[in-house]
C-alpha cells in the first residue's frame, strides 16, 4: 500500500535559532525529506555599498567592519588594499608584518565561531562552541589590546595601521600561540572522531570539485571540495610570499571536510603567526597619506583570503575625496550559490548542518 | 545491613498509607526535579567552562524556583489557529504518567505506594502515555514545526519501545518477578553485572524514549526551534519542561531499581543509596549530553531496529538459556561470561549495520 | 601569483573569431559589444589554454550615459585572470546576456544588480529582487536614485 502524502513548505528563519542571523530558507519538505530549498536573503541589508558613495576613502573602513563582523580585520584588509592599489600608495614593512599577524588571529577567530557553531547545529549542546569561545575571547583580548575594540576593529587605514602595537602584545600573542595548539587537540579529542558526528556529518552535502568551480565557491567550502586554491598563494598579497605553510585541502567536499579544513587551517595560521612575530621588524607603522586620499581615476580590485572565502572590493575612483563606485565581493552570498544543490534528497536536520558548514554571516550577505 | 523492610501498609492502615505515601511522592518529585534541573544546568556548566545559575540563593539553588515564578507570571499564549481544547490538555495528559511511574518505584525496603505484581509491567504502560500528550501538544499547536517534532517522538517511542521491554524481560528472568521490590530483592549482585548487555540496551532506549541527547530529536532546538512545545508559555511549558525532567528522574530511578540493586548498599541508609544512585544515573545522563551531537531521525530509526531489537532478542535468549542451564547460587561466574558475550556481540553487531540511508533521490 | 592576462592580447584573439566584437582594450582589461558577449564568454571558458572556469565577480557601475558590467574572470587552472567589461544603455531597461549558462557563480550576483543598478539579465533561470523587497520602487545603487 502506498501511503498518499504532499509536500508542505516550511520557512525556516528569518528568526531561527541556527540561521546564523536572519536568513530564511523556504524549504519544501516530503516529511522529512528536503524537496526543495530557496534561500531568501535582505533582512539585514543597510546598504553599505550605496553609503560608501558618500564616503571618504577612510571614512570607509568602518563601513567595512560592517560587513563580516566576525571578521572585521580581514575586511579592512582587503579595503586597504584595494585603495592602495587604487591610488599607488606604499605601505611600510613593519605596518605589513602587523596586518598579516591581525589577519591570521582573525582567521582563527572566525574559524572557531564557524566550526562551534557547526558542532552546535550538530547538536553537540552548547560545549564545542563554548569550549571555542572560551579561545576567541583571548584573540578579542589580544585585538582590545591594540585597538581598543572587541568587535568592529577600525584598526587598518590606507597605508598601514592606526597605531602600533603595545609593548605588552607580543608576549601576549607569544602566550597564545604556546597555548593554542593544546586547545586544538583538546576539540578533537572532544568531537573528531565521534561515531555520531562521523555518521551525521561524512558524505553528507557533498559540493563536488566542478560544481563548486562552476558555482564560484572561495575559502573552506572550496578548498574541502578538493581545490588547491588560497589567495594567499595563488595571488600572493601584502607580504605572505615570505611565509612558510601548506593549504589543506579536502577530499570528497562533505560537511566533515569543510569541518575538517577549518580545523588544519587555523593550524596553518599559527605557523604564519610564528614566522610573522619572528621576522617583526621595527619601523613606521603608517606611511605619509593625506587624510583626504584622491586617487586617480580609474579602477582597482583588491582581494583576500578572507576566513570564509574570497572577500574582494572592486573601488572605481573618479578623482574625488569619495569612491565612486564601491562594491563587494561577498564570499559567503556567492558560496551560497550551491546551496540548494547540496541540501536537496537530505533531511531537516542535515539542512541545518550543511548549512552550518558553509559558514556564512548575515551582514556579509546582506550588506 | 539488614534488609528490614517496612511494612506494607506503613505508618498503618490503608488509606493513611495512600495519604501518606502520596505526599510525599510528589514532595519528594518536585524537590528533586528542582535539584536535577539545578544540577544539571550547574554540572553543564562546569563541563562547559562556565558558571552556570550562581545568583539566586547560596550556588544558585533557588535558581529553578526562581524561574518556575517566572514561568507562572507569564502569558499564556494559545495560537489563533490552533485547538485550542486539545492544546490545553496536553501538558496535563504528558505530565500526569510522568508521575504516575513513581507509585512503583521502591525508595527503601518496603516503602513504595503501591506493590503491584506487575510493577515493572505498569511503569512500561504508564511512560508511553506520555507520548500520547506530546502527540496531541504538537497537533494542536498548529505549527509545523511542533507537528515534526511530535511525529519524531511519536516513530522513536513506537521503535524503542520494543527493545527496552526486550532488555527489562532478561531482569525479569533472572529475578522471577514483575515487581520492583521483588526485583531489588533478587539482586545479590546487582543486575548490571548480570545483565551488561541488557543494560546497555536499556539505557540507549531509555534515552531515546524520555528524549535525552543524543537521541532529543523532538525538541531539537537548532533544528525545529523547540519541536513540540514551540507555542507554548507560561505554566503550560512548565508542565512539560517538568514532564522533561520528570521522566529523566523516573528512568534513573527505574535503571537504580532495575540494574543497581535500588535501595541496597553497604554502610549508608537505604533511601540515601536510592537517592546517591539515581543522581549518578542522572549525571551519566547529563555528561553524555554535553558531549555528543545529536543523531539523525533515520539513523535514530536504523539504531532501534537494526542494532537494539535484535540485540535484545539474543540477549533475552542467552539469558534464558543460561538460567534454564546454570546452577542457582554460582551466579558470579556468569558475570565475566556475559562482559565477554556483551563486547563480543556490540563489536560483531556495529560492523553489520549502517547507521542510516543517506540521500534520498527526490 | 595570478598573471593578469593582457587585454590587447586576448583582443587580438577574440577579434580574429568574432570580428567587429571588442571595443577597445586595455592592458589589463578588454571592453566587449553586449551582443556577442555569450559568444565571447563561452570561447573565453571553454578555450584551451585560456579556460576561465572561474567566475571571480560581476559588478556594475553606473556612467549616467551607460551601464558598465565588470567580470573578473579567473582561471583556476591555470592560475590566470582577466577583466572584461560589457556596457548596455539606456536607463529604462538596459538588458545584457545572462551568464548564468556558463557560471551558475554569476547567479546571486545577478540578480543582486539587477535588484540594486536595474540591469536585467536574459536568460536568467530566476530574475527576481534579491535584497529588497518585491514592490520596492526604484534602483538604489543607480547614481541617480534619491530616497528623499
Known amino acids: 500500500m502506498v501511503i498518499k502524502t504532499e ?21 519544501t519538505l516530503d516529511g522529512e525529506v528536503i524537496v526543495d530549498m530557496e534561500p531568501v536573503f535582505g533582512y539585514l541589508h543597510r546598504g553599505i555599498e550605496k553609503l560608501a558613495e558618500e564616503r571618504t576613502y577612510t571614512g570607509c573602513i568602518p563601513l567595512t567592519d560592517r560587513l563580516d563582523y566576525l571578521a572585521s580585520m580581514s575586511n579592512n584588509l582587503a579595503y586597504c588594499l584595494a585603495v592602495e592599489k587604487l591610488a599607488g600608495i606604499p605601505v611600510p614593512e613593519r605596518a605589513e608584518y602587523i596586518r598579516v599577524i591581525m589577519a591570521e588571529l582573525q582567521r582563527i577567530a572566525s574559524h572557531l565561531i564557524a566550526v562551534g557553531s557547526f558542532l552546535n547545529d550538530c547538536g553537540a549542546f552548547m560545549t564545542p562552541i563554548l569550549y571555542m569561545i572560551r579561545e576567541r575571547e583571548k584573540i578579542l583580548d589580544l585585538f582590545e589590546m591594540v585597538c581598543g575594540q572587541r568587535l568592529t576593529y577600525n584598526y587598518m587605514r590606507v597605508g598601514g595601521v592606526s597605531q602600533d602595537i603595545p609593548d605588552e602584545f607580543l608576549p601576549a600573542l607569544d602566550k597564545f600561540l604556546k597555548e593554542m595548539p593544546g586547545w586544538i587537540d583538546e576539540y578533537d579529542r572532544l568531537l573528531k572522531e565521534n561515531e555520531i558526528l562521523l555518521a551525521r556529518s561524512k558524505g553528507v552535502g557533498i559540493l563536488p570539485r566542478e560544481l563548486a568551480v562552476n558555482t564560484s565557491a ?114 559567503t552570498l556567492i558560496n551560497l550559490t550551491a546551496l540548494r544543490d547540496m541540501m536537496v534528497g537530505w533531511k531537516v536536520a542535515d539542512l541545518i548542518i550543511i548549512f552550518g558548514s558553509i559558514d556564512i554571516c548575515m551582514g556579509e550577505v546582506d550588506r | 545491613m539488614t534488609m528490614a523492610a517496612l511494612p506494607p501498609d506503613w505508618p498503618g492502615g490503608f488509606w493513611l498509607h495512600w495519604g501518606v505515601f502520596v505526599v510525599v511522592i510528589f514532595v519528594f518529585v518536585m524537590a528533586t526535579i528542582m535539584g536535577f534541573i539545578w544540577f544539571e544546568r550547574r554540572a553543564m556548566a562546569i563541563m562547559q567552562a562556565r558558571l552556570g545559575p550562581n545568583r539566586a540563593g547560596p550556588f ?106 526486550l532488555s527489562i524481560v532478561g531482569v525479569v528472568l533472572l529475578a522471577g518477578s514483575l515487581s520492583m521490590q521483588q526485583i ?74 532495575l540494574f543497581l540493586g535500588g535501595w541496597r548498599g553497604p554502610l549508608l541508609l537505604p533511601w540515601l543509596w536510592f537517592l546517591i544512585k539515581v543522581i549518578l544515573v542522572f549525571f551519566v545522563i547529563v555528561w553524555i549530553r ?43 561466574v556468569l558475570v565475566p561470561i556475559n562482559i565477554a558475550v556483551m ?20 | 601569483m595570478t598573471v593578469a592576462l593582457s587585454g590587447e592580447e586576448i583582443a587580438a584573439r577574440l577579434e580574429e573569431k568574432f570580428p567587429g ?25 571553454t578555450t584551451a589554454g585560456l579556460d576561465f572556469d572561474y567566475l571571480t565577480a560581476i559588478t556594475a557601475v553606473d556612467y549616467y550615459d551607460y551601464f558598465e558590467v565588470v567580470y573578473q ?13 560589457t556596457r548596455c544603455y539606456g536607463r529604462d531597461n538596459p538588458t545584457l546576456p545572462s551568464v548564468v549558462s556558463l557560471w551558475r557563480g554569476a547567479d546571486f550576483q545577478e540578480r543582486e544588480i539587477y535588484d540594486l543598478m536595474g540591469i536585467s539579465f536574459d536568460g536568467h533561470p530566476n530574475l527576481k529582487r534579491i535584497v529588497l523587497w518585491e514592490g520596492f520602487e526604484g534602483h538604489p545603487l543607480r547614481k541617480d536614485y534619491r530616497r528623499w
Open chain 2, 60 to 165: 544558585g539553588v533557588l535558581q529553578p524556583v526562581a524561574d518556575g515564578i517566572k514561568v507562572m507570571l507569564k502569558e499564556d499564549i494559545v495560537p489563533a489557529k490552533g485547538d485550542k481544547v486539545v492544546h490545553w490538555l496536553a501538558p496535563v495528559v504528558a505530565f500526569v504518567p510522568a508521575l504516575m511511574i513513581f507509585a512503583v518505584v521502591p525508595f527503601q525496603g518496603g516503602a513504595i505506594l503501591a506493590d503491584l505484581n506487575i510493577g515493572i509491567l505498569y511503569i512500561v504502560a504508564i511512560s508511553s502515555v506520555t507520548t500520547v500528550g506530546v502527540f496531541m501538544a504538537g497537533w494542536a499547536s498548529n505549527n509545523k514545526y511542533s507537528l515534526l517534532g511530535a511525529m519524531r517522538q511519536v516513530a522513536s517511542v513506537v521503535s524503542y519501545e520494543i527493545p527496552v521491554v
Open chain 1, 7 to 27: 509536500p508542505f513548505v516550511v520557512n525556516i528563519g528569518p528568526a531561527h535559532p541556527s540561521t546564523h542571523g536572519v536568513f530564511r530558507m523556504r524549504t
Open chain 3, 21 to 45: 566584437s571588442v571595443v577597445e582594450s586595455g592592458a589589463d582589461s578588454l571592453l566587449v559589444k553586449s551582443g556577442s558577449w555569450l559568444e565571447i564568454a563561452s570561447y573565453l571558458k
Open chain 2, 343 to 362: 563486547i563480543v556481540l556490540v563489536l560483531l553487531w556495529s560492523r553489520f549495520f549502517k547507521l542510516g540511508w543517506g540521500k534520498v533521490e527526490v
Open chain 2, 184 to 257: 531489588v530483592m533478587a539482586q545479590d549482585i546487582p543486575f548490571i553485572l548480570l545483565q551488561p548487555l541488557g543494560f546497555l540496551l536499556f539505557f540507549i532506549g531509555a534515552l531515546a524514549e524520555i528524549n535525552r541527547a543524543p537521541f532529543d530529536l523532538m525538541e531539537a532546538d537548532s533544528e525545529i526551534v523547540a519541536g513540540f512545545h514551540t507555542e507554548y508559555s507560561g505554566m503550560k511549558f512548565a508542565l512539560f519542561y517538568l514532564v522533561e525532567y520528570g521522566e529523566a528522574l523516573a528512568i534513573s530511578a527505574i535503571v537504580t531499581t
Open chain 1, 218 to 331: 572561495s575559502g573552506p567550502v572550496f578548498r574541502a571540495s578538493g581545490v588547491k586554491w588560497d589567495i594567499r598563494r595563488a595571488d600572493p598579497y601584502s607580504i605572505y610570499d615570505r611565509f612558510e605553510f601548506d593549504i589543506p585541502t579536502g577530499s570528497v567536499g562533505d560537511c566533515y571536510d569543510r569541518y575538517r579544513v577549518r580545523i588544519e587551517e587555523m593550524q596553518q595560521s599559527l605557523r604564519i603567526l610564528k614566522q610573522a612575530m619572528e621576522q617583526l621588524p621595527k619601523g613606521e607603522v603608517r606611511s605619509d597619506v593625506p587624510h583626504l586620499i584622491r586617487p586617480p581615476v580609474g579602477e582597482a580590485y583588491g582581494h583576500i583570503e578572507a576566513p570564509k572565502g574570497e572577500l574582494g572590493f572592486y573601488l572605481v575612483s573618479d578623482n574625488s575625496i569619495a569612491p565612486y563606485r564601491f562594491h563587494v565581493r561577498a564570499p
Open chain 3, 73 to 85: 574572470l579567473t582561471s583556476i587552472k591555470h592560475n590566470h585572470s582577466l577583466v572584461v567589461k
Open chain 2, 290 to 332: 554535553t558531549t555528543v551531537p545529536r543523531i539523525r531521525i533515520d539513523q535514530l530509526m536504523a539504531l532501534a531496529w537494526k542494532f537494539l531489537f535484535p540485540l535484545a532478542l539474543i540477549n533475552l535468549i542467552i539469558t534464558a538459556v543460561e538460567i534454564l542451564v546454570w546452577p542457582a547460587g554460582s551466579l558470579w
